[in-house]
C-alpha cells in the first residue's frame, strides 16, 4: 500500500488541525472546507478505502464508526444535523487512498449532491 498524505498527517510529518485523537482514530480539518464545518476522521490502521472495509474488524470498524459520532457530537452538530460522505474510487471522486469520512455541517446542504 502506497504511502499517502494521510499517512503522512498522521504521522506528523505534514501538519495539520487535530480536533480529536484517541487510540484508534485521528481526526482533523479539511484543507479545503466544502462548509463552515469539515472534518476528516480516519482510523488509524489503514486501509485505502471503503470497498476494503473487510480489512477491518468488526471491533476496528465500530469504533471507527463510534468515533465518527463522537466528533460530530464534539464539533456541536448533533443538533442541527451533518452529513457523513465516504468517496470512494473514481466515480465517487476519491483522491486520497486512505479511508476517511468527511464530517460536513455548519450550514443546511442540500440534496442531491453533484
Ligand atoms: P476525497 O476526495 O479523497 O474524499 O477527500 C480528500 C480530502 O482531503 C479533500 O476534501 C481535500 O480537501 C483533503 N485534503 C487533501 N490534502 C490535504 C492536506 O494536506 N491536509 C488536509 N487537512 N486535508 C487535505
Known amino acids: 500500500m502506497s504511502e499517502t498524505i494521510f499517512d503522512k498527517i498522521l504521522s506528523g510529518e505534514i501538519p495539520s488541525t487535530k480536533v480529536y485523537e484517541d487510540d484508534d482514530i485521528y481526526a482533523f480539518r479539511d484543507i479545503n472546507p466544502a462548509a463552515p464545518v ?49 468517496n470512494q474510487g473514481k466515480h465517487g471522486q476519491q483522491t486520497v487512498d486512505y479511508i476517511h469520512a468527511h464530517i460536513i455541517g455548519g450550514r443546511q446542504l442540500t440534496w442531491p449532491p453533484g
Open 38 to 86: 469539515h472534518v476528516l476522521v480516519i482510523p488509524k490502521l489503514k486501509i485505502t478505502g471503503f470497498k476494503d472495509l473487510k480489512g477491518l474488524s468488526e471491533s476496528e470498524i465500530g469504533k471507527f464508526i463510534k468515533g465518527v459520532s463522537k466528533v460530530a457530537g464534539e464539533l456541536g452538530l448533533d443538533n442541527d444535523g451533518y452529513r457523513i460522505v465516504f
